[in-house]
């Protein structure tokens, strides 16, 4: 709801999000909370996995919402589904700050350029 209801121009919301993504890499200690949760979806309680799903189910709504939105208005430019745009966004953030995290190397920032090209965003 609150993303239906933002004025915030489409590009800045999805900068919003990358920089979610920047402020944990930034932060060798920082956990992305989508990463620990599926990384430990199998052991935690089933009545805390059930909010776990829910939590990622709402993250990646929010980023089709917005990816969709923004190619609505002409804010984005990609080829196929919004549903399957924003699948391959979420894992490659999510996996690019685990290599970062690992190897100390920017793979964060080179992934966010690359997905920001992907959209035809220039920055």
């Not at 900068?15 to 992305?32: I, Q």
């Not at 620990?36 to 979806?41: G, L, P």
Request: net charge negative; hydrophobic share 45%; proline share 2%.
């Amino acid at each position: 709801a609150r993303f239906a209801a933002d004025q915030t121009p489409w590009g800045d919301q999805l900068e919003f999000l990358f920089n979610y993504y920047r402020r944990h890499g930034a932060d060798n200690c920082a956990v992305c909370a989508v990463g620990v949760s599926a990384i430990e979806a199998d052991s935690i309680p089933h009545s805390m996995q059930i909010h776990v799903r829910l939590l990622i189910k709402e993250v990646l709504n929010a980023l089709v919402q917005i990816l969709a939105s923004g190619r609505d208005t002409g804010a984005f430019q990609f080829d196929g589904r919004a549903e399957e745009r924003a699948t391959l966004m979420l894992a490659a953030l999510g996996g690019a700050s685990q290599l970062q995290r690992l190897t100390g190397l920017p793979q964060l920032e080179t992934v966010i350029a690359e997905l920001q090209h992907g959209l035809a965003i220039q920055h």
